[in-house]
Nanobody, 121 residues
Framework: QVQLAESGGGLVQTGGSLRLSCAAS????????MGWFRQAPGKEREFVAA????????SYVDSVKGRFFISRDNAKNTVYLQMNSLKPEDTAVYYC??????????????WGQGTQVTVSS
């Protein structure tokens, strides 16, 4: 069983930056691809970014490409989401997720509790 805990959310002005962190406990972290999702009020949860177990491969939703960057430190069992040039439409609860495979994919098995990101206009 893998437990995930997000941190780093908060309130930021349009154009600002935040870095989210997700600490994982459990087995060998590099065996798990990791992802970030978000859910805005009244909307479905959406995929934001993902990274393979080795960190060699990443994927992003079009709306954040060039602004958000996912990375991981397997020695620290932590995945990060650096968010730059934030927009009000980025406001959401951000969730960290892990899958039981090191390669990228659409199914995730473990979820964190979420951290709120609010971007003021």
């Amino acid at each position: 069983q893998v437990q995930l805990a997000e941190s780093g959310g908060g309130l930021v002005q349009t154009g600002g930056s935040l870095r989210l962190s997700c600490a994982a406990s459990g087995r060998t972290f590099s065996n798990y691809a990791m992802g970030w999702f978000r859910q805005a009020p009244g909307k479905e949860r959406e995929f934001v970014a993902a990274i393979s177990g080795s960190g060699s491969y990443t994927s992003y939703v079009d709306s954040v490409k060039g602004r958000f960057f996912i990375s991981r430190d397997n020695a620290k069992n932590t995945v990060y989401l650096q968010m730059n040039s934030l927009k009000p439409e980025d406001t959401a609860v951000y969730y960290c997720a892990g899958r039981r495979w090191a390669v990228l994919g659409s199914a995730y098995d473990y979820w964190g509790q979420g951290t709120q990101v609010t971007v003021s206009s």
